[in-house]
Structure formats: C-alpha cells, structure tokens
C-alpha cells in the first residue's frame, strides 16, 4: 500500500503546506486506489474525473506563494445526499439518476475553496433512509473489515472510503446516526455536529429537524479540521446558527494531552442494560470507561429514562418529515419520468415515476408518514412521538447538569451480516438506539473507535454526547480517548484490520 494513501488528512496538508508531496501526486494515489480495491467494496457511486485537474489548480495556488488552509490539496469524499455541481447526485436512489445539480451544497463549496478536491460521491441508503447501506439503489457497500459485512448506514460509502484508504476524509449527514454508526463498525471517527451547526443547504432533506452534516475521518483531528471548514454560519439555511465557534482543531490538539479527562464527569445511562449490547460490544465499553476513570475521569450513573424510547419517536417523525420532503420527487422537477401507456394524467406518470423510482424502504416510510400526519392520527401518532422528543431532550438537558458528557456504545451490535436484518425493519431500526437522542436533541455526539469486540473481532465504538453548542468538548474528550488508546495499540485500531482481497492483486505498482 503506497505510504501516501496512509497518511491522516492533517499529516497531508502539512506535506502538501511544505512543498514536500502535491496534491496531484496525493490525488492520484487515492484514484489508483480507488480503481484497485473499490471494485470490492463500491464505497463509491461515482469518481470525480477532474479531480486531477482541482488538484493541479491547489498546486498552482501554492505555487504562485498564496497561503493554504490546513487541509488544501487533500482529496475529500462526499456523500452522495450533498449536491456537487460537476458531478451527479443521486441520494442513492433510482429516482435521481442521472441528476445534475445547479449547485454546490454550502459545505461542498467551503471544502472546495478551503482546497480539498473533490474526489467522489459515496455510496448510501436511499434518501439516508437505513442502517446498513443494503438500501442503496446502486448495490451495498461491503466492510473493508470483513466483506460479508455491511459498514454501517446510511454513510457506509464515506465511512468505508476513510477506513479503506479510498479517501483521507469525507463528507457524511446524519439524521439518527448515519456518520456515528458507520464510524463505529468499521473502526473510524464520525462527528454529528449541533444541529444548526453546519449548514445544510444543499444537503438532499430527509427530516429536517434532525439531519446535520458532518466530518468522517480516521482520526479525531482530521474531523476537527473538516468541521472548521464547513461549520459556521450559513444565510441560505435558515436553521443555521448565528454564532461563531471555536476553532475544533485546537480543541482536538489540546485534548490529544490528556489534560481535559483529570475531573472530567462522564455520564452512563442506568436505563441501559447490557442486554441490549452484544456482549463483545458491552465489554469493550467497559473497558473503555476504565481508561477513562484510570487517567482522572469520574464515571458517574445517570437516569434518562426516555432515552429508550427515542427509537420509537424517531421512527415516527421521521417518516413524518421523510414523507413531506419526498413529495417533491414528482416526475415533474427532478431525474427519472417514467409515462404509463395510453393517456395518462399527471397524477398516473407521478405514481408511476414514484413506484419506479423509489425501493421499498423509502416507500414504507413514506406510507407510514403520511399515514401518522394524516387527520385523526396526527396527534395520536406524531404529536405524541414530539411529546416523547420533548422528554428525551429534558432527560439530557437535566443529566448535563451533573455530568460533562453522556457516554455509551455507538451502537448494539458490531457490524452484522449483508442480509442478516434487510427484511425485517424493526430489527434495523433498533440498531439506532443510542445514537438518536442526540439528533432528537439537537445535541452533538461523536463515535470515536474503542476496541475490537471480544466475540467477533470486530471494531467497536465508544460515543460520547455533549450539550448543545459544546462539539469543541467532543473533539477535546474523542482526542484523549484516541491517544490514550494509540498508545495503548502502538496505532489506530484500523491498522489492526486484514488486508482486502483486492489488495493482494497488487503487484508492487502502488507501493
Ligand atoms: N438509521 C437511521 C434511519 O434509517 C438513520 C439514518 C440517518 O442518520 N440518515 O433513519
């Protein structure tokens, strides 16, 4: 494996910053290894075929003596939800294909003048819509960690991408978990920012009140630095927050000390029972709090007894949403017209485009949606799921008084079987357990890799929720925990995962 694809986003940067590596030469050994090893794992839904061409231009830039940001030169995946203006955008979906953009989404244009080239457009669940990335239109993308397994969704591609070489660092969104839970089964970082933290202007809506578009990388700095570039202000979303933040990449450094883990209170949630861990996943986030408690950090029990129902209220507003921001795939506007024969109405080429271009997850939610916003059902279904939010919001808002962070697994399980829960929904559901609050709260959360489960080898994340506003505290917590633990490896937990099948093609041309 060429050294260059090994490099974290940060170490990239400074060599491209030194003059010592281009960015085109750093771009090339990423579409080498994307034609090498994408074939095996179809992180990718689509190569940027000018990326070569923005990396001459980064080059030229530094060249000619201008100043660069921190990650300028470095390539950058996108997931497939953020609209680009020179490449396609299909949200994962056979509804979309073909669809070119008249612009790009805020956080592409700020990666893009920052000097990160754009690389690609990742693979996900249709409309963000899973747990799994099965429910792509394009065919799942497969865990570099064990093919036979899914990475995580709906992020799987950005995730798979970062924990394969594929790309340094990329882009995801996530609405009940789509960049923490694919970080945690396949050994990466992935960073749900505050809501209203990074603008989502041209990120395709699912549930607007709960997506949020965030970093996925392999280390805590490198999203502390992704974070820099597309948070902050936007005027084109009018959920956007007005305020200024700190620079995350210092909060990273600085926590990288240790310094913040001596009195930090770290909150473990009493209604969470091991039960509901796979044991291998259980264990390893013990051990985890015991790291922390051993470098000066006081593990304190809290109660925040709706957290468990957060499942059952996101999955009822969300479809609510899901089913409002869907209408607008209507033959009419964007993609894919399919025309019955004869004479159709307008109302027969909708449904029919509709029942064609959309896969059976997002035309459950959209029936269950529509069914829970209906008149008579309205307050039964989704007023009671919102009181439910409501809870769940006061729960954290009370534990935060006593406590810095609320930690728990990224998720129940390791990383399961291609297949293993495609038919039965509530199962795939359930996987989202810990990590919806956070969305429903409007809070931030991150899943930093902790271990590799017991029982299965598999990689495990630890995640850790801040209030609102307070991400700088989740990139200072994630940066010790991340060296505590390098330490402890000699590396990343991904340098212990087994080489792909692909990659035992190579005959020596990429080294
Ligand atoms: N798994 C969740 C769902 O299916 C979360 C998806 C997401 O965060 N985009 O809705």
């Given at each position: 494996m060429s050294d260059i694809i090994r490099m974290h986003a940060a170490q990239l940067g400074e060599k491209i910053a030194a003059g010592e590596i281009s960015s085109v030469e750093v771009t090339q050994a990423h579409l080498d290894r994307i034609a090498q090893v994408d074939g095996e794992l179809n992180a990718f839904l689509h190569v940027n075929d000018s990326a070569l061409d923005a990396a001459r231009a980064v080059d030229e830039r530094r060249a000619s003596g201008e100043k660069l940001g921190p990650l300028a030169g470095v390539p950058l995946a996108i997931k497939d939800v953020l609209v680009t203006n020179d490449q396609p955008t299909t949200s994962g979906s056979r509804i979309l294909e073909g669809y070119m953009s008249p612009f790009d989404a805020t956080v592409v244009a700020r990666a893009r003048s920052a000097g990160l080239v754009a690389l690609g457009k990742t693979n996900m669940d249709e409309f963000a819509m899973g747990s799994s990335t099965e429910h792509s239109a394009f065919g799942p993308t497969k865990n570099p960690w064990d093919t036979t397994r899914v990475p995580g969704g709906s992020g799987g591609g950005s995730a798979v991408a970062v924990a394969a070489y594929e790309a340094p660092i990329a882009l995801g969104s996530d609405t009940g978990g789509s960049i923490r839970q694919p970080a945690h089964v396949t050994g990466t970082v992935g960073m749900k920012p505050?809501?209203?933290?990074?603008?989502?202007?041209?990120?395709?809506?699912?549930a607007s009140s709960l997506d949020q578009v965030g970093p996925a990388s392999r280390t805590v700095l490198d999203a502390a630095l992704l974070h820099d570039i597309i948070g902050g202000h936007d005027p084109h979303d009018s959920t956007s927050l007005p305020e200024t933040w700190p620079l995350f990449a210092d909060a990273a450094r600085e926590g990288a000390t240790g310094?913040?883990?001596?009195g930090l209170r770290v909150g473990v949630i009493k209604e969470l029972s091991d039960s509901q861990f796979q044991p291998g996943v259980a264990e390893s986030f013990r051990q985890t709090l015991e790291l922390l408690q051993a470098h000066g950090a006081e593990i304190v029990e809290i109660s925040t007894p709706h957290f468990e129902y957060g499942v059952a209220a996101y999955y009822l507003i969300h479809p609510a949403e899901a089913s409002s921001n869907l209408a607008k795939f209507d033959s009419v506007r964007f993609g894919l017209r399919v025309t019955p024969e004869g004479s159709p109405t307008v109302e027969d080429v909708m449904s029919a485009t509709r029942a064609a271009g959309f896969g059976p997850e997002v035309k459950r939610r959209v029936i269950l949606g529509t069914y829970a916003l209906s008149a008579g059902y309205y307050d039964a279904y989704y007023g009671s799921a919102q009181k439910v939010r409501t809870l769940i919001q006061r729960d954290l808002d009370q534990a935060f008084s006593a406590v810095d962070v609320i930690a728990s697994p990224a998720a129940p399980t390791t990383a399961f079987r291609i297949g293993e829960r495609i038919d039965d929904p509530l199962k795939m559901y359930l996987n989202d357990l810990t990590t919806i609050p956070a969305n429903l709260a409007g809070a931030p959360g991150i899943s930093v890799p902790s271990g590799l489960a017991s029982d299965d080898g598999l990689p495990v994340g630890v995640q850790f929720i801040a209030p609102v506003r307070e991400d700088a505290r989740l990139y200072r917590v994630g940066a010790a925990l991340e060296a505590l633990l390098v330490d402890q490896w000699g590396g990343l937990l991904l340098d212990k995962a087994p080489r792909l099948a692909s990659e035992n093609d190579d005959r020596g041309g990429n080294k």
């Open positions: 505050t809501y209203g933290g990074v603008s989502r202007y041209g990120a395709i809506a699912m310094e913040v883990l001596r």
